[in-house]
């Protein structure tokens, strides 16, 4: 055990092998799997891996939407759904898959997330001034596309997933 796992099991920590941050630009979407694997198992992030990912969130930008997506998936019908999306949010990490939503979870009124009262997210975006990067094709953006490439299962979360958006995508 070269790299010290067995004592890391023992301790719950989840730790990237080699230089997190090296690891993370090779492959941003590992940053989503550690979050991942550590809601599961219950497992902390190193320190290492943790300043890596708050400082590299934003590579996940130029990663495809396919991609993206796929471990969309693997997030949360997983069976740690809730875990997940509580690192996934302290992470900054949530923002990069679902920007338009997780601008609204910011949004408080009375301890719960404000919805505009047309809710629809675009709607108040445009009317706020808001536009999300030009560049970016976020996952939300590209469900409609992804549609038939993806399991029956799938299609029940994109199902939801539209539901909530009032179909905007």
Do not use: C
Request: glycine share 6%.
């Amino acid at each position: 055990d070269y790299t010290g796992g067995m004592a890391d099991l023992e301790a719950g920590r989840l730790r990237m092998i080699g230089d997190p941050e090296e690891r993370f630009r090779e492959d941003p979407v590992r940053m989503l799997r550690a979050v991942r694997f550590a809601g599961k198992l219950g497992f902390r992030i190193d320190a290492d891996s943790d300043k890596a990912i708050n400082q590299l969130h934003d590579l996940l930008a130029d990663i495809s939407p396919h991609r993206l997506f796929d471990e969309m998936l693997k997030l949360f019908l997983s069976g740690y759904a809730a875990e997940t999306y509580e690192l996934l949010r302290h992470y900054h990490l949530f923002e990069q898959l679902f920007p338009d939503t997780d601008r609204y979870l910011d949004e408080e009124e009375d301890h719960f997330p404000h919805m505009p009262d047309s809710h629809s997210p675009s709607h108040a975006a445009r009317d706020s001034g808001w536009t999300a990067p030009a560049a970016h094709m976020h996952v939300e953006h590209r469900l409609p596309e992804l549609i038939g490439k993806q399991s029956a299962r799938a299609r029940g979360l994109i199902y939801i997933v539209e539901r909530e958006f009032h179909g905007h995508y």
